[in-house]
C-alpha cells in the first residue's frame, strides 16, 4: 500500500512569493494534518482536514492555509513568504479523526522550503 | 505555551546500553501519548503509544512509562544499537477527542560504537 505522498520534496522561493505544497494520504485515510518542522521549535501543528473540513487548527498566522479535496488529497498554501518560513512542512493522514487513539499518524517525507 | 516538552536536545548513549529518552507535559487531559523516531530526509515513523489507564507499555527493545502524578513520561530502549540513531518525539493527544497531536521538540540519540 502506497503510503503518504508528498511534492514537491524540495523547493526554493524568495521572500513575498507565495508557495503551494501537495499532500496524498494513504488511500482510505480521511484525515490529513499538516506539521512545520524546523530546528528549534519541533514540530508544530498547522492544521487538520477531515472530509473537506478543516477541522483543528493551529497558532500560525492567516499567511498559511490549507484545504482538502474529495478524495483526501490535500494542499496547503504560504502566501507573503518570509524568512522565517523555512522549514521542513510534513503531512500525516491518518484513518479516522486526529484523536491519537487511531494508533498513528503516517507521516510522508515532507517538503523542504527554502526561502531567501 | 509548550505543552509537550522534550528538555534535552541531544543525548550520546553506548551501543548495548539502555537510552532513556524523557518527555513532559503540562495539559493534564492528554490521556494518549506516542513516540516517533525520525530519520533524516525521512518523515517521522510510529514507535510506540500508552494511554492514560496503563503506566507501562513494551514492545521488544522500546518501553514507555507514564506517571500521571509527575505528568512524566519516559522511553527505555534496550539495548540500544546503531540503527536507534535518530530524533524522537514525543506527542500527546486525547483518546475520546478529535483535536490536533502536540508535539515535543525532540531529542537526538547517538548510538556511539
Known amino acids: 500500500k502506497a503510503g503518504v505522498t508528498q511534492t514537491p520534496r524540495y523547493l526554493i522561493k524568495t521572500r513575498g512569493q507565495q508557495v503551494t505544497l501537495s499532500c496524498s494520504p494513504i488511500?482510505?485515510?480521511?484525515?490529513v494534518s499538516w506539521y512545520q518542522q524546523t530546528p528549534g521549535q519541533g514540530l508544530q501543528f498547522l492544521f487538520e482536514?477531515?472530509?473537506?473540513?478543516?477541522?483543528n487548527k493551529g497558532n500560525f498566522p492567516g499567511r498559511f492555509s490549507g484545504r482538502q479535496f474529495s478524495n483526501s488529497r490535500s494542499e496547503m498554501n504560504v502566501s507573503t513568504l518570509e524568512l522565517g518560513d523555512s522549514a521542513l512542512y510534513l503531512c500525516?493522514?491518518?484513518?479516522?479523526?486526529?484523536?491519537?487513539?487511531?494508533?498513528?499518524?503516517?507521516f510522508g517525507e515532507g517538503s523542504r522550503l527554502t526561502v531567501l | 505555551d509548550q505543552q509537550v516538552k522534550q528538555n534535552s536536545p541531544s543525548l550520546s548513549v553506548q551501543e548495548g546500553r539502555i537510552s532513556i529518552l524523557n518527555c513532559d507535559y503540562t495539559?493534564?487531559?492528554?490521556?494518549?501519548f506516542l513516540w516517533y523516531k525520525k530519520y533524516p530526509a525521512e518523515g517521522p515513523t510510529f514507535l510506540i503509544s500508552?494511554?492514560?489507564?496503563?503506566d507501562k507499555n513494551e514492545d521488544g527493545r522500546f518501553t514507555v512509562f507514564l506517571n500521571k502524578s509527575a505528568k512524566h513520561l519516559s522511553l527505555h530502549i534496550v539495548p540500544s544499537q546503531p540503527g536507534d540513531s535518530a530524533v524522537y518525539f514525543c506527542?500527546?493527544?486525547?483518546?475520546?477527542?478529535?483535536?490536533?497531536?502536540?508535539f515535543g521538540k525532540g531529542t537526538r540519540l547517538h548510538i556511539l560504537p
Open positions: 500525516a493522514s491518518s484513518l479516522a479523526g486526529g484523536g491519537a487513539y487511531t494508533g498513528e499518524l503516517f
Open positions: 488511500s482510505g485515510h480521511r484525515s
Open positions: 482536514y477531515f472530509s473537506e473540513t478543516q477541522r
Open positions: 495539559n493534564s487531559m492528554f490521556d494518549y
Open positions: 500508552i494511554s492514560s489507564i496503563k
Open positions: 506527542a500527546a493527544g486525547f483518546m475520546n477527542r478529535d483535536d490536533k497531536i502536540i
